[in-house]
């Protein structure tokens, strides 16, 4: 029987670090008020809002780097790659492509997926359908986002350009038979498209509009609708509902209880949601991982570096039974308990 083991885990954020104090510098705000309300205490932001460098895909080409060092496999061996963002380099192409060139992989397919929070977790899943179809034998997975150059830093902006951040996380995923290797044990993907303007950015978009209202009809779009809205009560009441109907259904599909659970590493969109999942399920600290306190809301990148830094210091390790789970824009939501 085909199984999809993970074979190497990676990360990358950019170097500069933004405190909640440097942000109190540049809106009404302070560290308690952000604190309170998020957990998030710093996040990283690229030097630059405008950067041909320092780009989306360049932060998951670190990022994968980084994966394929530990995995001891070089970039030749990549059969295929999906990659995960909200924020490309482009309109189009997507950043699959860029990031095979930047990697010097042989001419492989390259797949984006536009799932925000939830990209990563769906992004999995379409790897671990793909190897254990026997299409491709080894998937570079990645999750990489630079919000920091399309936020609005004013008071008007501030709830929520203080949560995110920018980063990047990558998985090599490869098939394996051996009875020892881990797996992905269970999956599980949902949306529900009737709150897709509750967490948005509207433009640019066929429905509202683009260059032909926001360049050339001054005040037909409000300058606020470019940035993301997000209805923070509205998408919190909704995120704890969705969060525990996706975690149980994964641990029953796969016949597994919260007490198998070595380590349940959630979406990083609020340290408040984390808290009230982990006191609804009995949780100890030691089975949940946040880093959102200093990376912010890395969306689709949140997960893949949560999961590398697990790795790094010593908190997954190889027989973990793992839960990944994810609630975003869309809304969509959806979960992956693998054997690590």
């Keep these: 029987m085909i199984k999809s083991t993970i074979k190497g885990v990676g990360h990358y954020v950019p170097d500069q670090v933004v405190t909640n104090e440097d942000l109190a510098k540049r809106m009404t705000t302070s560290d308690q008020w952000i604190t309170e309300r998020t957990g998030i205490k710093e996040r990283r932001h690229r030097r630059n809002r405008i950067d041909e460098k320092e780009t989306t895909a360049f932060l998951g080409y670190k990022a994968s780097e980084r994966a394929l060092r530990l995995a001891g496999m070089s970039a030749e061996s990549i059969d295929y790659i999906i990659f995960a963002t909200l924020s490309p380099d482009y309109y189009f192409p997507g950043c699959g492509v860029l990031l095979q060139e930047m990697l010097g992989c042989r001419t492989v397919g390259a ?3 536009r799932n925000q929070c939830s990209g990563f977790v769906y992004a999995l899943s379409v790897a671990n359908a793909f190897i254990k179809s026997g299409t491709y034998k080894t998937i570079l997975v990645v999750g990489a986002e630079i919000h920091s150059f399309g936020l609005d830093f004013s008071d008007e902006g501030r709830g929520v ?3 995110f951040g920018d980063g990047a996380g990558a998985v090599i995923l490869s098939a394996s038979e051996a009875e020892d290797s881990g797996d992905i044990l269970a999956v599980n993907m949902h949306s529900e498209g009737r709150y897709a303007e509750e967490l948005a950015v509207l ?3 066929t429905k509202y509009g683009w260059s032909d209202r926001v360049l050339k009809e001054p005040g037909a779009v409000d300058s606020g609708k470019i940035y993301p809205y997000m209805n923070g009560n509205f998408v919190f009441k909704h995120a704890v509902t969705r969060f ?4 149980m259904e994964a641990l029953e599909s796969a016949g597994k209880t919260l007490e198998d659970l070595d380590l349940f590493i959630p979406h990083q969109a609020n340290l408040r949601i984390v808290q009230f999942i982990q006191e609804k399920f009995g949780l100890s600290d030691e089975k949940v991982f946040n880093n959102i306190q200093k990376y ?3 969306t689709a990148a949140s997960i893949p570096l949560a999961l590398s ?3 790094e210091q010593g908190r997954a390790k190889r027989g973990d039974l793992i839960l990944l ?3 975003g824009s869309g809304f969509t939501w959806g979960s992956v308990l693998l054997r690590y």
């Design 111 to 113: 797949l984006d997926v």
């Design 296 to 298: 912010g809301n890395t």
């Design 244 to 247: 525990p109907q996706t975690m």
């Design 309 to 311: 830094e697990a790795v």
């Design 161 to 163: 350009s203080v949560i």
């Design 203 to 205: 433009y640019p978009g």
């Design 325 to 327: 789970s994810a609630f």
